[in-house]
Structure formats: structure tokens, C-alpha cells
């Protein structure tokens, strides 16, 4: 677990944690904000690829105190943005 883990470390296992909450809500809904229309397929995929990468990269971070498995936390967040506005282009 993360009791006795410096702080920093603890706090990126958090927001990785955070970040999965929220995408994965999201990711919830997007059949119904997308109409169920076929489109839909391309958000959800990029904010499951973001959610992975962003996410699991924090989780790697924070359980092996190891920064170098955070460098795919920027692919995943660069995803996850990319996941939100897809929502703009797909109409209902």
C-alpha cells in the first residue's frame, strides 16, 4: 500500500485516482451524450487510452517511487483532452 510512502508519492497515486473517477463517469455517459450514434466509439477510446496511460502511470509512480514510468502520464493526458473535445464534433 502507500502508508509509509513520502507524501509526493502518495499525492500522485491520489490524483491518478482522481482523474480515473472522473474520466471513468464520463466514459459512463458517453452513449448518452453522443445519441448512441456510432461516433461515440472515439471519445470513449481516447478517454479509455487516456485514462490508462494518465492514470496508470501515476499508480506506477506512486507504488514504486520510480518518476521514470510518469512519462506516459503526458500521452494520457494529451488523450484524455483530446477525448473532451471530441464531444464538440460528434452531434446528438
Given at each position: 500500500g502507500l502508508i509509509g510512502k513520502p507524501e509526493s508519492f502518495s499525492n500522485t497515486f491520489n490524483t491518478g485516482a482522481r482523474m480515473?473517477?472522473?474520466?471513468?463517469?464520463?466514459?459512463?455517459?458517453?452513449?448518452?451524450?453522443?445519441?448512441?450514434?456510432?461516433?461515440?466509439?472515439?471519445?470513449?477510446a481516447l478517454l479509455t487510452i487516456g485514462m490508462v496511460l494518465f492514470s496508470g502511470s501515476c499508480y506506477a509512480v506512486g507504488v514504486t517511487e520510480n518518476?521514470?514510468?510518469?512519462?506516459?502520464?503526458?500521452?494520457?493526458?494529451f488523450?484524455?483532452?483530446a477525448g473532451?473535445?471530441?464531444f464538440a464534433f460528434i452531434r446528438k
Open positions: 480515473q473517477l472522473v474520466h471513468s463517469a464520463l466514459l459512463l455517459a458517453t452513449p448518452a451524450i453522443c445519441g448512441g450514434k456510432r461516433a461515440a466509439n472515439i471519445p470513449g518518476r521514470a514510468y510518469g512519462k506516459a502520464a503526458p500521452i494520457g493526458g488523450a484524455l483532452m473532451w473535445l471530441s
